[in-house]
């Protein structure tokens, strides 16, 4: 049996069409609307939008870098997801 890998993904792992397509149909599915678009929105406030002042050690940089990758990666997820649905 052959693994079948499609094109790079937005996280850098490389997907078949419809496993692509899954995973931002269940972004979109929990990230959309209500609940889960307000609960991204708040992801995105302590993460992406939080600001580390001068002297802020690598740990908690790195930490905070990881966060705002996760959550980009969420939110990318979610517009492919409503674009592959209009």
Not at 38 to 47: T, V
Not at 49 to 76: C, D, F, Q, Y
């Amino acid at each position: 049996m052959s693994k079948q890998r499609g094109t790079i993904s937005v996280d850098g792992r490389g997907y078949t069409g419809d496993v692509e397509a899954d995973l931002n149909s269940k972004a979109f599915a929990l990230f959309g609307s209500g609940v889960g678009k307000a609960f991204l929105q708040y992801l995105e406030g302590i993460s992406t939008n939080n600001i580390h002042p001068a002297g802020t050690n690598i740990e908690t940089l790195a930490h905070a870098e990881g966060s705002r990758w996760i959550v980009a990666i969420m939110k990318k997820r979610s517009e492919l997801g409503r674009k592959q649905n209009d």
